[in-house]
């Protein structure tokens, strides 16, 4: 079972990781995201380009910097003491489960929740290229965090000692994850946290929210959710999106509707 770092042990970890100026190796996939069964030989390119390439690990840090550079532009005055927050999705996000995808591509088997669950209580997923680095600026200039993911309840301690172990988490961040009611999607969840009440809220505190962060276009508003998504060129400014070859609502089906 993975240990949770203290503060300090991420600090150290984070230090280290700058000088070494190391990229890390990425691994992946979702809970109740679609899972395509896709032929061998391409799901074993798919896994291989997250895991081996440093196309990928570049995509994603690429991402993560810009994030943070639009969270620079847009951070409140410090002596406002507005609350803000980075609203982030987990899997393919910040963790990544691609040895899971490389388990079940071994066997020729695909995702299946027995499984998936196996694997996230393992606390084994490594951190994405650029998340360490990313959480660790939201946190030292005094952000907060708010992990919108469809894990379930099931997976919340061993999630959240596996988020600790890279340093993804801190005291204060928040954690929302799926219940059985189909109705509380990221959707309502994001309401949650905008209205400040309900699970998915610091109670009472409404944040500034600043960016999201995801692999799937569920995890970000869309239509009239909020006032910016209208905005088409959210996208690269307060959206920013990972890549993800493996799996999502794409392998099923054509979501590109222009
Ligand atoms: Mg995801």
Aim: glycine share 6%; with cysteine; charged share 20%.
């Amino acid at each position: 079972m993975t240990r949770m770092r203290t503060g300090a042990a991420c600090i150290a970890a984070f230090a280290l990781a700058i000088v070494a100026k190391a990229q890390t190796l990425s691994p992946t996939p979702s809970a109740a995201t679609a899972q395509a069964s896709l032929p061998n030989a391409t799901a074993a390119l798919q896994i291989k380009y997250v895991r081996d390439s440093a196309e990928y690990a570049a995509l994603t840090g690429q991402t993560f910097r810009q994030a943070q550079a639009a969270i620079a532009r847009a951070l409140p005055p410090a002596d406002q003491q507005v609350v803000w927050c980075a609203v982030l999705d987990i899997d393919e996000t910040v963790l990544d489960n691609s040895v899971y995808q490389l388990e079940r591509a071994a066997y020729g088997l695909p995702y299946d929740p027995a499984s998936w669950l196996a694997w996230t209580s393992r606390e084994e997923a490594a951190a994405v290229p650029g998340a360490t680095e990313f959480a660790a600026q939201v946190h030292g200039m005094r952000g907060r965090i708010a992990y919108i993911s469809n894990r379930t309840e099931a997976e919340r301690q061993a999630t959240l000692a596996n988020l600790a172990a890279k340093c993804l988490w801190k005291n204060g961040d928040l954690l929302c994850l799926a219940t059985d009611s189909k109705a509380y999607t990221k959707e309502a969840r994001r309401k949650e946290l905008r209205a400040s009440t309900g699970p998915c809220s610091w109670s009472g505190v409404v944040p500034k929210i600043l960016v999201f962060l995801g692999d799937q276009i569920g995890d970000f508003p869309a239509g009239d959710e909020e006032t910016e998504a209208k905005d088409p060129a959210a996208f690269g400014t307060r959206y920013f999106l990972l890549p993800n070859p493996m799996y999502g609502g794409w392998a099923a089906k054509v979501t590109r509707h222009y």
